[in-house]
């Protein structure tokens, strides 16, 4: 077995200040690098395997100073500030995921403390890095990692949400999970579109740059000068139908998604999935205003919804609102309603 040996790091610059604790952090960076005080070389070669060791014996504790290991030995007080319980490896190192207790929540929101310190163990010779063991508040910088009170990342993941088309409170798996999945689709769109554009005659660099719209008149323009040539005639027919079939595909891929998160989000739209779904595909702009004008289940009440107003319909003001806008029967709407409390008191 390798010679270990544990390393106390102070890290994180102060940036500009957050309204709220950051949910992710930067534990150690990745590769190799060095304190500023001249320690290491240190290098994160298997992020996979520092992770799967860190978090073997469960959550991992941030406290302040590395009072577990410098005070706790003399007795002294040494309290979790707050909790790592999921880690990733990002491009830019490791990263964890905190629960921070109150007081740790507070003590960086008023910047009694600017950075984090990871306290990690990595063999004496080589200076890999085995394990993460925990990480402490510092305001004693020594690595170069992203601060505590960086706000961009937070303004970015709105920005995310919003273009991804996810809830306002998905959190960082989902938004990765949307963007992969609307990435893959996108290079299977373009990788889709230059077969056609090489199978209608356009050269290699020609298909690369082709767009639906100049694919299309460019078929046009084959299906003019061979007005004479069945064949060519039957092909360009075929190349037209499969774009407006790929066309159609993404176009239902997108609304499917829309349509799912706002159900998700509590929109009471889900006898009128495939209906949405439809309307999505023809006008997505329209379909979203609309989404984001109607109430949501979930806003308080027993199972997630308000109690109902007395009346004969049981339905509250705003259910009644939806069913005037959406031209709903109230009565099939309450039962609706009815049915999806059934289902969350099981």
């Not at 500023?36 to 395997?49: C, E, H, K, S, V």
């Not at 970015?156 to 959190?171: M, P």
């Not at 050269?203 to 046009?220: F, I, S």
Request: a negative charge; charged letters at 20%.
């Amino acid at each position: 077995m390798p010679d270990l040996v544990i390393h106390l790091f102070s890290a994180l610059p102060a940036g500009p200040s957050a309204a709220a604790a950051p949910e992710w952090v930067h534990l150690l960076p990745a590769g190799t690098f060095r304190g500023a005080d001249g320690r290491g070389p240190y290098t994160l070669a298997d992020a996979a395997g520092v992770i799967a060791a860190s978090m073997a014996a469960g959550k991992l504790a941030v406290d302040e100073n590395h009072a577990i290991d410098l005070a706790a030995p003399q007795g002294r007080p040494a309290p979790a500030r707050g909790w790592i319980v999921e880690m990733q490896a990002r491009d830019d190192g490791l990263w964890g995921r905190v629960e921070w207790t109150a007081a740790g929540a507070q003590l960086v929101t008023d910047h009694a403390y600017r950075g984090l310190s990871p306290a990690f163990v990595a063999e004496r010779d080589g200076g890999r890095v085995v394990r993460l063991l925990r990480a402490s508040l510092t305001n004693d910088p020594n690595l170069r990692l992203a601060t505590l009170h960086h706000r961009s990342s937070d303004m970015d993941l709105t920005k995310l949400r919003e273009a991804l088309g996810l809830a306002a409170d998905a959190d960082e798996a989902a938004i990765l999970a949307a963007a992969t999945a609307a990435r893959t689709a996108l290079s299977t769109h373009a990788a889709d579109l230059g077969r056609i554009a090489q199978a209608a005659g356009l050269t290699a660099a020609a298909a690369g740059e082709a767009t639906p719209d100049r694919l299309v008149v460019h078929l046009q323009a084959l299906g003019a000068a061979a007005k004479g040539t069945t064949e060519l005639a039957k092909t360009v027919i075929e190349l037209q139908t499969q774009i407006q079939t790929m066309q159609s595909t993404h176009a239902r891929d997108a609304a499917e998604r829309a349509i799912d998160a706002a159900i998700a989000a509590g929109k009471p739209i889900k006898p009128l999935r495939d209906h949405y779904i439809s309307r999505h595909m023809k006008d997505p702009a329209g379909v979203a205003a609309e989404l984001a004008a109607l109430p949501s289940i979930h806003d308080g009440g027993t199972g997630g919804r308000r109690d109902p107003a007395p009346g004969a319909d049981g339905l509250d003001g705003s259910q009644r609102e939806t069913c005037a806008l959406m031209g709903i029967d109230p009565k099939s709407y309450a039962q609706t309603l009815a049915a999806l409390d059934q289902e969350v008191t099981r």
